[in-house]
């Protein structure tokens, strides 16, 4: 056992020299130098124990994947690795004083089993969920069965989360474990991925340990089952769900399942178990609209700042990141993410548009999916350069000169009189203020009613545009 341990220690050290020759002093600097050593290895999962959410989000989304990736070259199996704060091993420490003698060692098993084994993450919780039109049915539900739930009150099952990626499924489905486990640290609770459970299930097959099986999966009290589409091609791991969903039911056991898809898209792979979820309670969550993005964006900012980020982001640059990604959730967070690493490596101290621009540009190009909108802006913006020989790029540049800004003022007065675009999206697009836009626009709209050329040039761009739609 010691043996192992000492082995384990070693191979963090050799990830960390090879992390450090892929990334830069300072990125390795930054991020892993103050994790020289594991904080402890338990179960086969390393836990590495970093200063604040920001650096453990920066490992978890950017370097884990490229992490686990080498442990497993060097030690030739899966190493599982867990991200943890300060707070975190108060929090186990804490519970475990409150706890009467006599218990404490069981109940810290259990503790340990709950938070670590079956991978709930605390900082998925009820408080830093935001809430608004898209997800206020599907919240309070989650709330209302954890309070049922954790009095053994079991009166909605399952509970049966769905919608699409990035949403907040797996937030709100980790909450309720969450939840449950802060009022009754020893209830046992199992968030599982569908995929980890078609594994599980095809290894104890494998290694004939039904036995093993059943106690993980029976012997608890709320089961969490994330990404249930995963599970369509796989027929006999839907039956052996469907006799763990039963079994649970039976005794009372709250389940929650989330899905991307609604009940009906699956009806036909999984039958059985769609007429089980339909007696239980089907929530929906969609995309948030504008105003609940930006709220969203807020909150994750002030997340950031109690964990000593401050960073001044201006008022047009939220309304920027929100109109851009916002797709979901996730792309939302992702963009936030990334300016504010930007934002740290360049040492700014507040965002303007234009560092939010340039920090953001390999995000916005990648993204295949750009609205009609913006392919609508790239058209107008495209055929006006050619019409006056210059750069796309000049268009939106900040040269005066007049065989610039004439284009300029053109592209902006076509695009408004051709698909109404706000003055403030079109200052996204210029990066220009709102103002200057609206005074490009009257100038056109005055000059055309002179200037019989200009007008027949418009005339031009505007067939060309329609033609080639
Ligand atoms: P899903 O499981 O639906 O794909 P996740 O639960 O993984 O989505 O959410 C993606 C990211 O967005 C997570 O980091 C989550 O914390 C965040 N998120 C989603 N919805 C919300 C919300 N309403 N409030 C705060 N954060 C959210
Ligand atoms: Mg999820």
Known sequence: MKETKTLNKDIWKIILKKLSLIYSDRVFKETFSN????????????????ENEFIKNKIINIYLEQIEEIAERISQEKIFFKIILPEEIQKERKEEFFLPEEIQKE????????YYQFHLESNYNFENFVVGNSNIFAFKM??????????????????YIFGSVGLGKTHLMQSIGNYILKKKPYKRILYIKADSFIEDFANQ?????????NKKYRNIDVLLFDDIQIMVEAKRTQMEFFKLFD??????KQIVITSDKSVSELNNIMERLTNRFKAGLIVDITKPDKKHLLEILKRKICEYEKQ????????????????????NVREIEGALFRLLNYSQIYGFSKINLQNAIDSLKPLLKIDRNISLEEK??????????????INNRDLISKKKHYKYSLPRHVAIYIMKITND????????????????????FKKIERKIKEDIELKKVIEFILKKINNEK
């Open 247 to 252: 079994y649970l039911n039976l005794n009372k």
């Open 376 to 389: 609508i802006i790239e058209k107008i913006k495209n055929t006006i350069s050619n019409v006056y020989n």
């Open 142 to 159: 989650a709330k209302k069965i954890s309070e049922e739930a954790e009095i053994e009150k079991v009166k909605t099952n399952p509970l």
């Open 421 to 440: 675009f706000s003055y403030k999206q079109m200052s996204f697009v210029f990066r220009r203020t709102y103002s200057s836009i609206l005074k490009s």
């Open 205 to 213: 097959l494998r290694k004939e340990k039904m036995e093993d099986f």
């Open 308 to 327: 000593n980020f401050h960073i001044k982001i201006k008022k047009e640059v939220l309304d920027f990141i929100s109109s851009h990604f916002n797709k």
């Open 107 to 114: 109940v810290k098993k259990e503790i340990f089993d709950n």
């Open 35 to 50: 994790i020289n050593s594991p904080y402890k290895i338990e179960n086969g999962i390393f836990f590495l124990l970093v």
